[in-house]
Protein backbone atom coordinates (compact mmCIF):
# COMPACT_ATOMS: atom_id res chain seq x y z
CA UNK A 1 0.00 0.00 0.00
CA UNK A 2 1.60 3.37 -0.95
CA UNK A 3 1.80 6.08 1.37
CA UNK A 4 -1.38 8.37 0.03
CA UNK A 5 -3.28 5.68 0.43
CA UNK A 6 -2.23 4.16 3.73
CA UNK A 7 -1.94 8.17 5.35
CA UNK A 8 -5.87 8.66 4.06
CA UNK A 9 -6.81 5.87 6.10
CA UNK A 10 -4.89 6.39 9.41
CA UNK A 11 -6.25 10.43 9.18
CA UNK A 12 -9.21 9.21 9.08
CA UNK A 13 -9.06 6.75 11.97
CA UNK A 14 -7.67 9.63 13.88
CA UNK A 15 -10.03 11.62 13.25
CA UNK A 16 -12.58 8.90 14.41
CA UNK A 17 -10.73 8.72 17.67
CA UNK A 18 -10.48 11.92 18.95
CA UNK A 19 -14.00 13.39 17.67
CA UNK A 20 -15.15 16.48 15.81
CA UNK A 21 -14.56 18.71 18.53
CA UNK A 22 -11.32 18.09 18.90
CA UNK A 23 -8.49 20.76 18.19
CA UNK A 24 -6.11 20.87 14.96
CA UNK A 25 -3.11 22.75 14.49
CA UNK A 26 -5.07 24.85 11.68
CA UNK A 27 -6.10 28.27 13.73
CA UNK A 28 -9.50 28.56 14.01
CA UNK A 29 -10.47 24.77 13.04
CA UNK A 30 -11.40 21.80 14.99
CA UNK A 31 -11.85 18.34 13.60
CA UNK A 32 -15.01 19.03 11.87
CA UNK A 33 -13.74 21.69 10.29
CA UNK A 34 -10.70 20.30 8.75
CA UNK A 35 -13.02 17.15 7.62
CA UNK A 36 -14.98 19.44 5.57
CA UNK A 37 -12.36 21.17 4.34
CA UNK A 38 -11.05 18.00 2.92
CA UNK A 39 -14.20 16.36 1.41
CA UNK A 40 -14.86 19.85 -0.46
CA UNK A 41 -11.13 19.90 -1.89
CA UNK A 42 -11.78 16.38 -2.49
CA UNK A 43 -15.16 16.00 -4.08
CA UNK A 44 -16.22 19.23 -4.99
CA UNK A 45 -13.66 21.63 -5.28
CA UNK A 46 -15.75 23.58 -8.09
CA UNK A 47 -17.99 24.80 -5.32
CA UNK A 48 -15.89 27.94 -4.21
CA UNK A 49 -16.83 29.48 -7.64
CA UNK A 50 -20.02 28.02 -9.38
CA UNK A 51 -21.57 28.30 -5.42
CA UNK A 52 -21.20 32.31 -6.31
CA UNK A 53 -22.99 32.46 -9.81
CA UNK A 54 -26.74 33.34 -9.39
CA UNK A 55 -29.24 31.75 -11.56
CA UNK A 56 -31.14 28.92 -11.60
CA UNK A 57 -28.39 27.13 -13.59
CA UNK A 58 -25.94 26.88 -10.25
CA UNK A 59 -28.94 26.32 -7.66
CA UNK A 60 -27.35 22.84 -6.95
CA UNK A 61 -24.12 23.94 -6.53
CA UNK A 62 -25.58 26.32 -3.98
CA UNK A 63 -27.35 23.80 -2.08
CA UNK A 64 -24.83 21.00 -2.15
CA UNK A 65 -22.29 24.12 -0.25
CA UNK A 66 -25.34 24.77 1.75
CA UNK A 67 -25.48 20.99 2.84
CA UNK A 68 -21.70 20.58 3.34
CA UNK A 69 -21.66 23.85 5.57
CA UNK A 70 -24.49 22.42 7.75
CA UNK A 71 -22.74 18.84 7.57
CA UNK A 72 -22.41 17.08 10.99
CA UNK A 73 -19.43 15.11 11.77
CA UNK A 74 -20.45 11.71 11.58
CA UNK A 75 -22.20 13.04 8.08
CA UNK A 76 -18.24 14.48 6.80
CA UNK A 77 -16.50 10.95 8.06
CA UNK A 78 -18.59 9.20 5.95
CA UNK A 79 -18.79 10.99 2.73
CA UNK A 80 -14.69 11.17 3.64
CA UNK A 81 -15.03 7.65 4.31
CA UNK A 82 -16.45 6.60 0.45
CA UNK A 83 -13.11 7.82 -1.46
CA UNK A 84 -13.12 10.04 -4.52
CA UNK A 85 -15.94 10.35 -7.19
CA UNK A 86 -16.33 7.50 -9.73
CA UNK A 87 -14.68 10.16 -12.46
CA UNK A 88 -12.54 12.27 -10.07
CA UNK A 89 -8.85 12.21 -11.65
CA UNK A 90 -8.17 11.57 -8.22
CA UNK A 91 -8.36 7.52 -9.32
CA UNK A 92 -5.35 7.98 -10.97
CA UNK A 93 -2.50 6.75 -8.74
CA UNK A 94 -0.28 9.35 -10.09
CA UNK A 95 -2.38 11.90 -9.58
CA UNK A 96 -3.72 11.38 -6.18
CA UNK A 97 -0.35 10.52 -4.78
CA UNK A 98 1.02 14.37 -6.25
CA UNK A 99 -2.04 15.72 -5.63
CA UNK A 100 -2.80 14.01 -1.86
CA UNK A 101 0.19 12.49 0.17
CA UNK A 102 1.47 15.95 1.75
CA UNK A 103 -1.95 17.01 1.96
CA UNK A 104 -3.07 14.29 4.06
CA UNK A 105 0.37 13.72 6.25
CA UNK A 106 0.20 17.65 7.32
CA UNK A 107 -3.20 17.29 8.26
CA UNK A 108 -2.58 13.82 9.85
CA UNK A 109 -0.23 15.90 12.21
CA UNK A 110 -2.31 19.06 12.48
CA UNK A 111 -5.05 16.84 14.02
CA UNK A 112 -2.00 14.58 16.28
CA UNK A 113 -0.42 17.31 17.42
CA UNK A 114 -3.07 19.22 18.66
CA UNK A 115 -4.12 17.10 21.11
CA UNK A 116 -2.76 16.36 24.33
CA UNK A 117 -0.90 14.41 25.17
CA UNK A 118 0.52 14.27 21.71
CA UNK A 119 -0.94 10.98 19.92
CA UNK A 120 2.24 8.95 19.05
CA UNK A 121 3.02 7.43 15.51
CA UNK A 122 5.81 5.63 13.89
CA UNK A 123 6.16 6.02 10.12
CA UNK A 124 8.15 3.53 8.55
CA UNK A 125 11.59 4.48 6.25
CA UNK A 126 10.04 4.01 2.85
CA UNK A 127 7.26 6.05 3.67
CA UNK A 128 9.67 8.99 4.96
CA UNK A 129 11.39 8.80 1.83
CA UNK A 130 8.25 9.28 0.06
CA UNK A 131 7.40 12.64 1.60
CA UNK A 132 10.97 13.54 1.07
CA UNK A 133 10.72 12.63 -2.26
CA UNK A 134 6.86 15.12 -2.54
CA UNK A 135 8.32 17.51 -0.84
CA UNK A 136 11.65 18.37 -3.21
CA UNK A 137 8.56 19.47 -5.52
CA UNK A 138 6.75 21.42 -3.33
CA UNK A 139 9.23 23.43 -1.18
CA UNK A 140 10.47 25.12 -4.32
CA UNK A 141 7.34 26.57 -3.78
CA UNK A 142 7.38 26.78 0.02
CA UNK A 143 10.47 28.89 0.13
CA UNK A 144 10.38 30.91 -3.08
CA UNK A 145 10.57 34.15 -1.02
CA UNK A 146 13.52 32.52 0.94
CA UNK A 147 16.30 35.45 0.79
CA UNK A 148 19.28 32.82 1.36
CA UNK A 149 19.73 29.46 -0.51
CA UNK A 150 18.26 26.40 1.54
CA UNK A 151 19.71 22.75 1.57
CA UNK A 152 16.99 20.07 3.06
CA UNK A 153 19.44 17.31 4.40
CA UNK A 154 17.65 14.45 6.08
CA UNK A 155 20.06 11.71 7.01
CA UNK A 156 19.37 8.71 5.56
CA UNK A 157 17.18 9.55 3.19
CA UNK A 158 18.68 12.40 1.05
CA UNK A 159 20.17 15.81 1.02
CA UNK A 160 18.00 18.36 -2.05
CA UNK A 161 19.13 22.46 -2.73
CA UNK A 162 15.61 23.50 -2.98
CA UNK A 163 15.99 26.79 -3.65
CA UNK A 164 19.84 28.54 -4.79
CA UNK A 165 20.07 31.47 -7.62
CA UNK A 166 23.04 34.40 -8.14
CA UNK A 167 20.99 36.63 -5.88
CA UNK A 168 21.59 33.76 -3.02
CA UNK A 169 25.07 34.45 -1.58
CA UNK A 170 24.53 32.45 1.84
CA UNK A 171 22.99 29.38 2.96
CA UNK A 172 20.78 28.06 5.36
CA UNK A 173 20.97 24.00 5.99
CA UNK A 174 17.50 22.34 7.39
CA UNK A 175 18.59 19.16 9.17
CA UNK A 176 15.81 16.70 10.35
CA UNK A 177 13.34 14.01 9.25
CA UNK A 178 11.44 14.70 6.08
CA UNK A 179 7.97 14.71 8.18
CA UNK A 180 9.84 17.61 10.39
CA UNK A 181 10.71 19.20 7.27
CA UNK A 182 7.44 19.27 5.34
CA UNK A 183 5.55 20.28 9.06
CA UNK A 184 7.80 23.42 8.89
CA UNK A 185 7.57 24.21 4.87
CA UNK A 186 3.63 24.33 5.32
CA UNK A 187 4.04 27.16 7.71
CA UNK A 188 3.13 24.92 10.89
CA UNK A 189 5.05 25.80 14.08
CA UNK A 190 5.48 22.32 15.62
CA UNK A 191 8.26 20.65 14.23
CA UNK A 192 11.78 19.05 15.42
CA UNK A 193 14.69 20.65 13.14
CA UNK A 194 18.29 21.89 12.96
CA UNK A 195 19.20 25.15 11.30
CA UNK A 196 22.90 25.38 10.32
CA UNK A 197 24.08 28.72 9.09
CA UNK A 198 24.73 32.06 9.57
CA UNK A 199 22.69 33.41 12.66
CA UNK A 200 20.51 36.04 10.89
CA UNK A 201 20.45 33.91 7.90
CA UNK A 202 18.69 31.25 10.35
CA UNK A 203 16.31 33.65 11.79
CA UNK A 204 15.28 34.85 8.04
CA UNK A 205 14.19 31.08 7.54
CA UNK A 206 12.55 30.49 10.72
CA UNK A 207 10.90 33.69 10.84
CA UNK A 208 9.47 33.99 6.97
CA UNK A 209 6.14 33.79 5.73
CA UNK A 210 5.87 30.03 4.51
CA UNK A 211 3.25 27.91 2.54
CA UNK A 212 0.02 27.34 4.54
Keep these: MDLVTSERARLLSTMERVGGEAPTLCEGWNTTDLLRHLVIREYYPHLALTS????????????????????????????????????????????????????????????????????????????QKEIFSSLKVISQLSFLKAPVRIVLDAPGVGSTTVLASKRHDRTVTIIGAPLEMALFAFGREKYKLQFEGPDDAVDAVTTMNRKS
Design 52 to 127: KIPGKFTQGQREAKARLEEADFEELLDEFRSSHQKYSPLQLSAVNKAFNTLEYVIHHEDVRRAQEPQLGRILLDEE
